[in-house]
Structures are given as C-alpha cells and as structure tokens.
C-alpha cells in the first residue's frame, strides 16, 4: 500500500504542475504511465535491453508525446483541451487492448522484475527515493523563473502574452514535463507489479488521481503528495464497498471544495492556526514580526 502511495504521489505531482499550477486541465496523465510501463516491458522482452534503458527508452517516448500532443491540443481552452486529451487517452487504451499479439490486450502482458522479487522493501525505497526526487524537481521548477510563468498563464493567459511571455511554449514545456513525471511512476511500477494491462488506463485511474490532488489541495506544493497517501489508504479501507467508494470519494470533493478549497493543505492550516489561537506562548513562533521587533 506504501508503495502504491508513493505510485500515486509521483503521478499526482506531474498532473498538479499542469493543471494547478499551469491551468492546463488535462485527463491523459494517467495514459502516460502506461506508455511508459508498456514501452519499457515490451523493449525488455522483444528487444532484450537492460531493465533501466527500457525504463528511459519509455520516458523518452512518453516526452516526445507529449511534446506532440501539446503541440496539438494545447491552443485549445478549458473543456476543449479535456476533451482531447481524454480522447487520445481512450484511443492509447483500445489500441493496447487490440494489440494482442504484441500488448496481449486483457490477459496482460508478463514485465520482468526490477530487482528480482515481487516483495515489497526493496521497491518501497526505491518509490520513496523516486517521489522525493519528484517533489524536489517540482519545487526547483516552481520556484524558478519558469514558475512564475505557468502563474501567470493560469491567472491570466492573454495579459501573460501580452507582456512577453511565449505562452504556447511554456504550456508544451510543462504538458511534456509532466509526461515525464507520469511515466517515471509508469515505469518502475510496471517493473514492481509484473503484469502489465490495460484496466490502469481507464478513466477511473485519472479520476483517481484528480481527487487525490484536490482532496490534497490544488495549487499548493504539499496538497498532491498528502491526497496521495491519503486517498490510497482511504481506498484500500474501502476496497470492500467496490465501486461505491469512488461516490464517497465525489462526496468527499464536494465537501472539501465547499468548505476548506485548499484541500488537506487548508485543513492542516486551519487547525494549525486555532492551536495558535489557544496557546498564546506559540503566537510568536507563527505570527510575523512586527516592524520593530
């Protein structure tokens, strides 16, 4: 469950640089874990390349799609972009499944072990390793001039324009870079399950990972990471009740968005401030200094 946390956390940080901190609502993420994990798989078993170089090769690939998918969907707006994103995601997912004789479609297609083992530990540091250095990438990028670029295209695209920024190739630039966050996850999950097969590419996987980020918080740089991990756990706890807990989870937005926007990340703030308010010795640990002081 830790590893697949962990899964989850990657995926959820590349898809908030695009449309939480971009404004690019897109709902083909998921789809490039899943060109990463297959392209990887199927050069280690066709080609006979080392695990590593296959995982690179799927990241190089799933870039470059990216990169083209930008180029094409990207001067559209809001549910324009949605749509067509949503509808490669759904052609990349039948076109895996007919494939059968190279993808095997439904029966699943066997991917070698990374280390070896289906047990966890191992895999565990590995995805720890991997969402570290995912959240540490995302915070220099955020932080960095190009940051302030994708603010200023999701506050407002046209005044961004006008005042020089290349919108389009900003909005590429991060369509591509969360490709590569999405089929980093794709492949080595793929290495860690050992059977790859086209049910992950469904839309009920981008619904998964679109309310892990706003259960976590939209727009904040911790919000992915804590709805990941906590809607992964909530998940498992509910695996029982089948499909029903993907209503709980809609029920679940809907009372977050109406009462804290800011997901968990608001909550964890909220809760933080009345623990300020009630112990006065912790004031002028959190409250600013005043001019003087």
């Given at each position: 469950?830790?590893?697949?946390?962990?899964?989850?956390?990657?995926?959820?940080?590349?898809?908030?640089?695009?449309?939480?901190?971009?404004?690019?609502?897109?709902?083909?993420?998921?789809?490039?874990?899943?060109?990463?994990?297959?392209?990887?798989?199927?050069?280690?078993?066709?080609?006979?390349?080392?695990i590593l170089v296959?995982?690179?090769?799927g990241v190089v690939v799933a870039a470059a799609v990216g990169y083209g998918l930008g180029t094409l969907c990207l001067r559209m707006r809001a549910i324009y972009l949605a749509l067509a994103t949503w509808a490669f995601a759904e052609s990349v997912r039948l076109l895996v499944t007919v494939e059968y004789?190279?993808?095997?479609?439904?029966?699943?297609?066997?991917?070698?072990?990374?280390?070896?083992?289906?047990?966890?530990?191992?895999?565990?540091?590995?995805?720890?390793?991997?969402?570290?250095?995912?959240?540490?990438?995302?915070?220099?990028?955020?932080?960095?001039?190009?940051g302030s670029y994708m603010r200023a295209i999701r506050d407002d695209e046209e005044a961004a324009a006008v005042m020089g920024v290349d919108t389009f190739k900003w909005k590429r630039f991060v369509f591509a870079a969360s490709a590569v966050f999405a089929a980093v996850a794709?492949?080595?999950?793929?290495?860690?399950?050992?059977?790859?097969?086209?049910?992950?590419?469904?839309?009920?996987?981008?619904?998964?990972?679109i309310v892990m980020v706003i259960v976590g918080g939209l727009r904040t740089f911790a919000g992915p990471m804590l709805g990941a991990v906590f809607i992964e756990v909530l998940s498992e706890a509910l695996r029982a009740w089948g499909e029903v807990r993907m209503v709980l989870f809609a029920l679940l937005v809907i009372v977050i968005a109406r009462g804290y926007p800011a997901g968990l990340v608001g909550i964890c703030r909220a809760l933080a401030?009345?623990?300020?308010?009630?112990i006065p010795a912790l004031e002028p640990v959190f409250s600013p200094r005043r001019q003087g002081d």
């Open positions: 469950m830790l590893v697949t946390s962990l899964y989850y956390v990657i995926l959820a940080i590349g898809w908030n640089l695009l449309a939480g901190y971009t404004g690019q609502f897109s709902l083909a993420h998921h789809t490039f874990a899943g060109i990463g994990a297959y392209t990887s798989a199927l050069l280690v078993l066709y080609a006979r390349v080392p296959g995982i690179g090769a004789e190279i993808t095997r479609g439904d029966l699943g297609l066997a991917a070698p072990f990374l280390f070896g083992t289906p047990r966890p530990t191992a895999y565990y540091y590995l995805f720890l390793a991997l969402a570290l250095g995912a959240a540490l990438v995302a915070k220099e990028l955020v932080d960095s001039r190009v794709g492949g080595f999950q793929g290495h860690y399950v050992g059977l790859l097969s086209p049910t992950p590419m469904k839309f009920n996987e981008m619904a998964m990972i401030a009345r623990l300020v308010a009630r």
